[in-house]
């Protein structure tokens, strides 16, 4: 039987949720940038991703991927803040996305490994092997809860 998403958020350790959590003051204060470099690394690497953004200016550094990239920074904020809950704080997001916007679950993961990527070269320090394997696990769950409309 398929886990719920309840059951993955269980899965992350309190040392991971640390991790997490100690992480998130240092990347939320880049937020901006962050998102920004984000989204500019998902469609330079996975240019088929664009194909949601038709409306959207996609040069780097534009208007367009600033303030999507802060939401996009902010939704994982959300799963940070709330992160013995992730599946309640992003039910909205997943609704909107999966109904609405009706986009291939396949792009969460992309998008998690451009965020993953992203963190690690802001913060390589603080990126040891406990937190790539943290934020990998964590950026598995915000996915995994995104696509729940899916299922």
């Known amino acids: 039987m398929p886990s719920s998403s309840s059951d993955i ?15 998130w003051g240092k990347i939320s204060a880049q937020a901006d940038i962050i998102g ?8 330079a690497s996975y240019p088929q991703t664009k ?17 999507h990239g802060s939401k996009v920074v902010a939704a994982v904020g959300d799963a940070v803040k709330n992160i013995d809950n992730i599946a ?5 997001l997943s609704e909107l996305h999966a109904y609405i916007l009706r986009v291939d ?6 998008l998690s490994h451009c965020l993953l990527v992203t963190v690690a070269s802001h913060f390589p320090a ?8 943290a934020w990998d696990k964590f950026l598995s769950v915000v996915s995994s809860v995104l696509t729940e409309k899916y299922r």
């Open 105 to 110: 679950p396949v792009n969460f993961k992309l």
């Open 88 to 92: 309640s704080a992003l039910s909205k």
């Open 51 to 67: 194909t949601y953004f038709p409306h959207f200016d996609l040069h780097p550094g534009s208007a367009h991927l600033r303030s």
């Open 9 to 23: 958020t269980m899965s992350l350790t309190r040392a991971e949720r640390t991790i997490i959590m100690s992480m």
């Open 36 to 43: 920004t470099e984000t989204l500019e690394r998902l469609f």
């Open 126 to 133: 603080d990126f040891t092997a406990d937190a790539h394997a």
